[in-house]
């Protein structure tokens, strides 16, 4: 049985701050990368950052560069993603994923899926 939780979504002000974690259970990540993606109503899931088994490489897209930051603590099975600047256009539902075969940023190239958090930014 795999399982990937996230949890740390919520409303949040424009401007603001919010972090999420994504906790891993019935299989070990800690070799493989993780991704945070995310996908707002009538959108395709869009991939947003992307990390390696050490946390040593990260990956992001422009649309976050510089407000977005992501890590992982390995002995406790989480990815984070740090969430600053918020704007309301970053309102979605966020998902974390594992890709057991590289460090991929489409959605194709991961394997198992969280259920993903809401996150809504007021204006």
């Known amino acids: 049985q795999v399982q990937l939780v996230e949890s740390g979504g919520g409303l949040v002000q424009a401007g603001g701050s919010l972090r999420l974690s994504c906790t891993t259970s019935?299989?070990?990540?800690?070799?493989?990368?993780m991704g945070w993606f995310r996908q707002a109503p009538g959108k395709e899931r869009e991939f947003i950052s992307a990390?390696?088994?050490?946390?040593?490489?990260?990956y992001y897209a422009d649309s976050v560069k510089g407000r977005f930051t992501i890590s992982r603590d390995n002995a406790k099975n989480t990815v984070y993603l740090q969430m600053n600047s918020l704007k309301s256009e970053d309102t979605s539902v966020y998902y974390c994923?594992?890709?057991?075969?590289?460090?991929?940023?489409?959605?194709?190239?991961?394997?198992?899926w969280g259920q993903g958090t809401q996150v809504t930014v007021s204006s």
């Open positions: 994923a594992v890709d057991l075969n590289g460090v991929g940023s489409r959605t194709r190239d991961y394997d198992y």
């Open positions: 019935g299989r070990t990540f800690n070799m493989y990368a």
């Open positions: 990390i390696n088994w050490t946390g040593a490489a990260t």
